[in-house]
């Protein structure tokens, strides 16, 4: 048997510094806790990190079926760079004391599969988008998973059965969250019963991208006049967005643009929900923070979502009618003991024990 701490890791996340997403955010709480166990020497962490490249790669998006393709395409050369490479430079070769834990498009790790076939991979799984590919990867013993969020939630809506010792769940740590602004309690603080509001206000944080569609927002914000949305972030489609509300005369969205530590804290302290409009997400971190300072997610129900295991999640769908699904809501008791519970879960050592067994479990297959 292979001793643990004397496996070789290589850890590809291809874009880990420059794309400040919550996929990114689970990779480097994977890589802290397996640089507790592993040989510091050992482990090899893979990112392009390339700007340029990087612009490229989003400017893909626009081309929707053939952009995916493309995309898929792009990865696995990537990937297959990276390890080859890999094996190069340390004169390796693919054995049981090689592992690729690997963080991107499942597209392009199911054609690497297919390439190098006895490589012993575990997939940091950020988000079922494609389930044609993962239900391929699933069938594969050689692939083990971190899912991030409920695993058998997640595997009964693909109709897959649970595998003995083929994945692992984890939840990021609540001390990462810059906006977390206090621990919850067992029992939640007894409040005066609020007036009803006659005007809510949703936060909307992230991206202005094709990815997140904030130009939805243009037709939430005509359709539900009784709610005023406060946009945080920046991105590509700011013009369009600002154009947008100029021409079709919106009053109720707020643009706020980039916002720091203190002003962010404050706009959410103001909000009475947290809003999101993505087309898909992997593990969207926003959602965590949101709950971490009790805020209710107002989101779209996609396939993204609907497999997460989060407790503050609301669902509004294509109509863009909103009012009416929250204005009855409210943080309350329940809701309280529901996220009390999701983040007590979270245990760096438990994390710790978790993924050095799925490593070891390679050596008994």
């Given at each position: 048997m292979i001793n643990i701490n004397k496996k070789n890791i290589l850890y590809h996340s291809t874009w880990l510094d420059l794309y400040p997403g919550g996929g990114e955010a689970c990779?480097?709480?994977?890589?802290?806790?397996?640089?507790?166990?592993i040989e510091?020497?050992?482990?090899?962490?893979?990112?392009?990190?390339?700007?340029?490249?990087?612009?490229?790669?989003?400017?893909?998006?626009?081309?929707?079926?053939?952009?995916k393709v493309f995309r898929d395409i792009l990865q696995f050369l990537i990937i297959l760079y990276a390890v080859n490479s890999y094996l190069k430079k340390n004169k390796f070769t693919i054995n049981k004391k090689?592992?690729?834990?690997?963080?991107?498009?499942?597209?392009?790790?199911?054609?690497?599969?297919?390439?190098?076939p006895r490589l012993q991979i575990i997939y940091n799984v950020h988000g079922i988008?494609?389930?044609?590919?993962?239900?391929?990867?699933?069938?594969?013993?050689?692939?083990?998973?971190?899912?991030?969020?409920?695993?058998?939630?997640?595997?009964?809506?693909?109709?897959?059965?649970?595998?003995?010792?083929?994945?692992?769940?984890?939840?990021?740590?609540?001390?990462?969250?810059?906006?977390?602004?206090?621990?919850?309690?067992?029992?939640?603080?007894?409040?005066?019963?609020?007036?009803?509001?006659?005007?809510?206000?949703?936060?909307?944080?992230?991206?202005?991208?094709?990815?997140?569609?904030?130009?939805?927002?243009?037709?939430?914000?005509?359709?539900?006049?009784?709610?005023?949305?406060?946009?945080?972030?920046?991105?590509?489609?700011?013009?369009?967005?600002?154009?947008?509300?100029?021409?079709?005369?919106?009053l109720n969205i707020k643009i706020h643009g980039h916002l720091d530590y203190e002003d962010m804290k404050k706009i959410i302290k103001n909000s009475d929900f947290h809003l999101m409009t993505s087309k898909y997400e992997n593990y969207p971190i926003v959602i965590l923070e949101a709950m971490a300072n009790r805020l209710i997610s107002v989101v779209p129900k996609i396939d993204c979502f609907t497999s997460l295991n989060f407790p503050n999640l609301q669902y509004f769908g294509e109509d863009n009618i909103l009012g009416e699904n929250i204005k009855e809501l409210s943080w309350d008791k329940d809701l309280e003991e529901k996220s009390y519970k999701f983040f007590e879960k979270i245990s760096k050592d438990n994390y710790k024990k978790s993924l050095s067994k799925?490593?070891?479990?390679?050596?008994d297959e």
């Open positions: 990779d480097k709480e994977v890589i802290s806790i397996i640089k507790e166990f510091i020497d050992n482990i090899h962490i893979d990112s392009l990190n390339n700007k340029s490249f990087y612009k490229f790669f989003k400017s893909t998006y626009k081309y929707k079926f053939f952009g090689l592992i690729l834990i690997y963080s991107g498009r499942i597209g392009g790790l199911y054609l690497l599969s297919l390439i190098m988008c494609n389930k044609f590919f993962f239900k391929k990867l699933y069938q594969k013993r050689n692939i083990k998973f971190i899912f991030w969020g409920n695993a058998i939630e997640i595997l009964s809506i693909l109709s897959l059965k649970r595998q003995r010792n083929n994945f692992i769940n984890l939840i990021p740590s609540s001390d990462k969250f810059k906006l977390f602004k206090k621990k919850f309690i067992s029992r939640y603080p007894s409040t005066k019963k609020k007036k009803p509001k006659k005007k809510f206000k949703l936060i909307w944080i992230g991206r202005l991208e094709p990815i997140k569609d904030p130009l939805r927002l243009i037709e939430i914000a005509e359709k539900n006049r009784n709610l005023e949305i406060l946009v945080a972030g920046d991105g590509s489609l700011m013009k369009n967005l600002r154009d947008e509300i100029k021409n079709r005369k919106i799925i490593i070891e479990d390679f050596e």
